[in-house]
């Protein structure tokens, strides 16, 4: 009736410019989840296929408290799920965005004979690490794990997943700008396909580690109180301290100190 199309758009509005209001917050466990089902009215297929959802996405304690409201989101969410989900996967899209601001500032801040060469460091952050975010990467950050370190390999290769594909959109995003700044350090100083290593390395192996400590219930940081603010602890230190080690590693450009080649 008019009321439930009255809420669908209030519920929509706060999902795109506010953060959602507590009445409105999604169940956070399968009880919840089931409740919640009941008293909407859904039918008893989609109640089934919420419960079979929820029993895969908590087979230990810690999956029953969720970091992202999207993380493990069903079907039986109904409205609220898709505005979820459309807030997340528009955020992703203005972070990847910057991707792109990214290559032309680092562009045009290197010499006309590695311009080709930097667009195309930029192009295997977000082509080679999705492959390894994806494969490996995101299993090892937000993988159902007891262990404070690292995640499990539940997600491995996104298998039974597809419930994560927003939330594993998102945090791509942050792998990716965690690779670009690196890129930007070891401009003119190091040639294309040591950074694909690189590019892999970041997304499959180091940075799903500070992930996991950070932004996961069961993280070692997270239990002792660390706050991370819009990334500057797990994007921008993690990628600042790999700049740190590669250009100490690759000295300075070549012509730095002498004459410059064109």
Known sequence: GDESICSTIVRCFFSIFFECPPSLSPPQTSADLRSAAVARGVSPIVQQRARASSERSTTSTDRSIIMADVQDAPAAWGTMAGSDHGWVLSRTVAILG???????????????????NIMMKNICDMTVGLVAWGCIGYTLAFGNSTNTFIGSLDHIFLLDAEHLYAHFLMQFSFA??????????CAERIVFGSYIVIATCLASLVYPFICHWAWTEGGWLNQRGFYDFAGAGVVHLTG????????????????RFGEVPR
């Not at 910057?98 to 080709?116: D, H, I, K, T």
Request: net charge positive; charged share 10%.
């Open 98 to 116: 910057m991707q792109g601001g990214f290559a032309l500032l680092e562009a045009g801040s290197v010499r006309p004979a590695n311009r080709a």
């Open 176 to 185: 990716a700008t965690t690779g670009t700044i690196v890129s930007g350090s």
């Open 240 to 255: 600042g301290t790999a700049c740190l080690l590669a250009t100490s590693l690759l000295g300075v450009r070549m012509g």
